[in-house]
Every structure is written in C-alpha cells, then in structure tokens.
C-alpha cells in the first residue's frame, strides 16, 4: 500500500513517535511525503520515505493530484487544531474524501488506520485499482 505520511509543524514530534512506535508496520508499504517530513522520518526512524517536492504547497499539489488518480491508499496528516488549515491540505483531503481514500488527521486515527492496513481491511482498494486497470 502507499501511504501518504504529514504533519503540521507542531505535530512533527508527534508523527516521528508514532513511526517509530509503528516502524514493523510501516516498513511493508510505500511511504510517501513531502521533502522536509520524509527527510526527518528517514533520518530519526530509519525508514524509506520518499520525498516530494521541497516546497510544502507543491508537495501537498503533488499529493493531491495523485489521489486524484487513486495513486495512494490511506493519508496520516497528523494536523494541528489550532492552526488555521492551508488551502491546499483541504484540498488533498476533499480528493480523498471524493476517492474514499482514507485518511486519518489525529493519533487516534492514526493508529486505527495503520492497524486496519496491517490486517488487510484496506485490501479492497488493491483489488479496486486491479479491476479499473482492466
């Protein structure tokens, strides 16, 4: 599965617990963010994360156009509540809601997310992606 990892700025803390927490789990799959989030993954938790774009706005664009095109399977977007949410995360959300792409926004759901990949109840996109492709 590809599975989109973000944060806002106050949440990066937060986002490299839970990878760490969750690293025998994340390691099966693609992982996918932007530059400087995929940077500092690679670098505390010692997984592969590839890295888009090295402005944020561009990297979320990208993102978003790829779950247009149901190129990605689940998004944890750890956000801040307190922040007033960018235009362009909105953005990636609404696609991925248009998409039934799930994604989680909180630890919360985080977790529950990342469970249900590791016992296949995300399984139906792969075999979705299979059929459109015929």
């Known amino acids: 599965m590809k599975i989109v990892l973000m944060a806002d700025n106050r949440k990066n803390e937060l986002l490299v617990n839970f990878c760490i927490a969750y690293r025998p789990l994340l390691i099966k799959h693609q992982l996918i963010s932007v530059y ?73 759901t985080a977790e529950i997310l990342i469970l249900a990949v590791d016992r296949g109840d995300l399984d139906w996109r792969e075999w979705l992606k299979e059929s459109k492709a015929q």
């Open 36 to 108: 400087n989030t995929g940077k500092l993954l690679r670098a505390s938790v010692d997984i592969e994360v590839s890295g888009l774009s090295v402005d944020y706005s561009s990297g979320i664009e990208q993102l978003a156009a790829r779950a247009q095109f149901n190129e990605i399977d689940c998004v944890i977007y750890l956000r801040d509540g307190r922040e007033e949410a960018s235009s362009k995360s909105i953005e990636l959300l609404d696609v991925c809601d248009y998409n039934n792409i799930p994604y989680a926004t909180n630890l919360a």
